[in-house]
C-alpha cells in the first residue's frame, strides 16, 4: 500500500476545499443558521415538545447529519468529476498507486469535509440550542459512516457521471428529497401509517434517527438495524466502486 | 534488457474501431526511439496502452521485465510519460503539480521537494514555480509535463510530441534536454511529427501506419535507403530556363534560387561540374527540409543576442 500517494491525495483534497471556503463552508453554515432560526426558533416556539425535545433540540441532530451528507457527497462527486474531466485522473492512473488507494483518498477527503462542515454547524445550534449530547461515540460514530457512505456515492456518482449535468441530478432529485423525507423535522410517528411504511424504506431515515439517540436518546428505528443498514451500504457501495475502477469506467478506453 | 516488448498489441475502441492491428516491438535499455506515423496512425493508442490509460483488447506489453497486466506497479514505477494534450490540474501551482506527481510515486517530502527543483530548473520554469499552471503559454505547459514525467527519474521516458506548438528555441534546448537524459542513461521513446526532428536525435526508428508498424529499424540503416536528396541553391544570377542534365530533376523556384533532386547513386560532384562548365555561379547550398527553420533560428538567435 503506498501510504505516501494516499497522504497526497487527502491532503490535496482538504487543501481544496479549504481554499474555496467561501463555496465549500460558508453556504452550509448560513443555510442551516436560516433552519435554526425559522424552523427551531420562530415556528418551533408554537410547534411544543417532540418525545418530550423541545423542537429546536429535536430537529438539531438532523439538521446537522443532513449537512453532513450534502457536503460529503458534493466534495467527492465534484472533486472526482473535475478530476476526471480535466483528465487529471491520467496521473494517478499512469502512477503507481492502486485503486483502494485513488478510492481512500477521495474519500477521506470527502469525509473530512463532511465533518468538518458538521462540526461547523453544529457550533452555529450551540448559539440556538442548548443541548447536550447523551452518548458521543453513536452520534460520532454513525456521523462518521454516512459520511463515509455519501463520500461513496459521491464517487459513484462522478465515475458515472457523463457531464456536469449529471452530477447535480442526484442531489437534486435525490439526495434532497431523502433528506426531508428523512425525518430531520419531524417524527415519522406523525405521519399517517401507510407513509410510515414507505418512510422506513428511506435509509437517510435510519442514520438521522440513530444520530438524533446520540443527542437527545430520542428515536423512531431501531439503532442497531440503523448502523447495520449504514455498513451495509458502506460495504456493497465500496465494492462497487472497486468495480467501476477496475474496470476503468469512465476513466479509461 | 528491454526497456519496452510489445507483443501482438491490438487494441478496438468501444465503437469497433480497430487502432492496433496486432503490434510487435522492442526498445533496447538507454535506445532513443522514434515512433513516428501521420496523424490516427495509433501511436498514442500504444502509448496509451504502455502506461496504463488505455485498456487493451489483446497482446503484452512488458516494461523492463515488469509484465504490464502481472506486475502493473513495478512496470509503472519505471516509466515517465509526457502525454499528447494537457492533462495537470489547471488551476495548481507549477510546483505543486510536480510535488504532488512525486507523491503519487511514492517519494519523501523532502527528496520530492529536491527532485521538483532540479526537474524545474533543467525545464527552464523555476521562475514559474508559483504561477497557477493556467496561466502559463502553450510551449511552457508542455515543459510542465516534461518535468512533471521526470520527478521520480524514469528509467524509460515515453513522449508523446512533446515539441509540437513549441517554439523554435525552446525546441532545441528540449532536444538537448532529452539528449542529455538519454546519455544519462534513461531510455526514450519519442513520437513527433517533425521527421529532422527524429532523424537528429534518434538512434532507431518505427513507423506506424493504421494500425500497424509499416517500418521498424535503425535510423542510418533507413537514411540509407533514401534514394533521393532535395537540395536549394542560391545563384549569383537570374535564369530563364533551368538547366537541364540528365538523371537530376531541377526545377527553378524563383529566377535565382533552384530546387535540385539529387539521386543518392549520383551525388554532387557531377551537378557542380555542370554548373561550373555552364558558368552558373552558386551562392550557397541547403538541404530543403530545414531550410525555414534555419532561417528562422538565425532570426531568433540574432534578436535574442543583439538584446543582451
Ligand atoms: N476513444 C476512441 N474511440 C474510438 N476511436 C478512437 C479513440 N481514440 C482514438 N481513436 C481512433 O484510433 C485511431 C488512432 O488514434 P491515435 O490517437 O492513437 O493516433 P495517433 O497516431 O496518436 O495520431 P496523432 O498523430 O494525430 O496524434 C484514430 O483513427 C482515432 O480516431
Ligand atoms: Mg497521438
Redesign the pocket.
Known amino acids: 500500500m503506498n501510504f505516501t500517494a494516499y497522504n497526497t491525495i487527502v491532503v490535496k483534497e482538504i487543501y481544496r476545499f479549504l481554499r474555496i471556503w467561501p463555496q465549500t463552508l460558508l453556504p452550509p453554515a448560513i443555510s442551516t443558521a436560516l433552519y435554526f432560526l425559522i424552523f427551531g426558533k420562530l415556528i418551533g416556539d408554537r410547534i411544543g415538545t417532540i418525545s418530550g425535545a423541545s423542537y429546536m433540540d429535536y430537529i438539531v441532530p438532523g439538521v446537522i447529519l443532513m449537512s453532513v451528507i450534502n457536503q460529503s457527497y458534493s466534495n467527492v462527486v465534484s472533486s472526482f468529476y473535475s478530476t476526471k474531466f480535466q483528465h487529471n485522473i491520467e496521473e494517478l492512473l499512469v502512477a503507481p498507486v492502486s485503486n483502494v488507494v485513488i478510492l481512500a483518498g477521495y474519500i477521506t477527503g470527502g469525509i473530512l469535509r463532511g465533518l468538518l462542515v458538521g462540526f461547523v454547524v453544529a457550533f452555529i445550534a450551540m448559539l440556538f440550542s442548548e443541548v447536550v449530547v447523551q452518548n458521543v461515540s453513536i452520534a460520532l460514530l454513525i456521523a462518521l459512516m454516512t459520511a463515509t457512505m455519501f463520500s461513496l456515492a459521491g464517487f459513484i456518482n462522478a465515475q458515472l457521471a457523463e457531464s456536469f449535468d449529471a452530477i447535480s441530478l442526484i442531489p437534486n432529485f435525490v439526495l434532497t428529497p431523502l433528506s426531508y423525507l428523512g425525518g430531520v423535522f419531524y417524527s415519522v410517528s406523525m405521519l399517517p401509517s401507510v407513509w410510515q411504511i414507505i418512510s422506513m424504506g428511506n435509509p437517510i431515515l435510519y442514520m438521522v434517527n440513530a444520530f438524533r439517540f446520540g443527542f437527545i436518546g430520542v428515536t423512531d428505528v431501531d439503532i442497531q438495524l440503523a448502523f447495520m443498514m449504514t455498513g451495509g451500504f458502506i460495504v456493497v457501495m465500496t465494492i462497487f466502486s472497486l468495480f467501476l475502477l477496475h474496470k476503468g469506467t469512465g476513466l479509461k478506453? | 534488457m528491454n526497456a519496452l516488448s510489445i507483443s501482438q498489441l491490438r487494441k478496438v475502441?468501444?465503437?469497433g474501431?480497430e487502432?492496433l492491428k496486432g503490434i510487435d516491438l522492442d526498445v533496447e535499455e538507454g535506445d532513443f526511439f522514434a515512433l513516428l506515423?501521420?496523424?490516427?496512425?495509433?501511436?498514442?493508442?500504444?502509448i496509451g496502452i504502455i502506461s496504463s490509460l488505455v485498456n487493451e483488447t489483446s497482446g503484452s506489453v512488458t516494461i523492463f521485465g515488469h509484465d504490464l497486466q502481472k506486475h502493473r506497479n513495478q512496470a509503472k514505477s519505471c516509466l515517465g510519460l509526457v502525454p499528447?494534450e494537457v492533462n495537470f490540474n489547471q488551476f495548481d501551482t507549477v510546483k505543486n503539480i510536480l510535488l504532488n506527481q512525486a507523491g503519487y510515486y511514492g517519494m519523501s517530502r523532502k527528496l520530492a521537494s529536491a527532485r521538483t527543483e532540479h526537474c524545474l530548473k533543467q525545464m527552464d520554469l523555476w521562475d514559474k514555480r508559483d504561477t497557477i499552471s493556467r496561466r502559463l503559454s502553450g510551449g511552457m505547459k508542455r515543459r510542465v509535463m516534461i518535468a512533471r514525467a521526470m520527478v521520480h527519474a524514469p528509467k524509460l521516458l515515453i513522449l508523446?510530441?512533446p515539441t509540437a506548438g513549441v517554439d523554435i528555441e525552446i525546441r532545441r534546448s528540449m532536444w538537448a534536454m532529452m539528449q542529455d537524459v538519454n546519455q544519462q542513461g534513461t531510455t526514450i521513446i519519442l513520437?513527433t511529427?517533425y521527421l529532422e526532428e527524429a532523424e537528429s536525435l534518434c538512434r532507431n526508428i518505427a513507423i506506424?501506419d493504421q494500425g500497424r508498424i509499416v517500418e521498424n529499424s535503425s535510423m542510418s540503416q533507413l537514411l540509407a535507403r533514401l534514394q533521393v536528396e532535395h537540395f536549394v541553391l542560391d545563384l549569383a544570377e537570374a535564369l530563364i530556363t533551368p538547366p537541364d542534365l540528365e538523371g537530376y530533376q531541377i526545377e527553378l523556384v524563383s529566377p535565382k534560387v533552384m530546387s535540385v533532386a539529387v539521386p543518392k547513386t549520383k551525388g554532387l560532384n557531377q551537378l557542380f561540374n555542370y554548373l561550373t562548365q555552364h558558368n552558373i555561379q552558386v551562392l550557397s547550398l541547403k538541404n530543403k527540409t530545414n531550410r525555414l527553420e534555419q532561417l528562422f533560428m538565425d532570426l531568433v538567435q540574432a534578436k535574442t543576442s543583439r538584446v543582451e
Do not use: C, L, R, V
Not at chain 2, 37 to 46: E, L, Q, R
Open positions: 478506453q | 475502441y468501444s465503437n474501431f487502432a506515423g501521420p496523424n490516427g496512425a495509433g501511436k498514442s493508442t500504444a499528447q508523446d510530441e513520437t511529427h506506424i
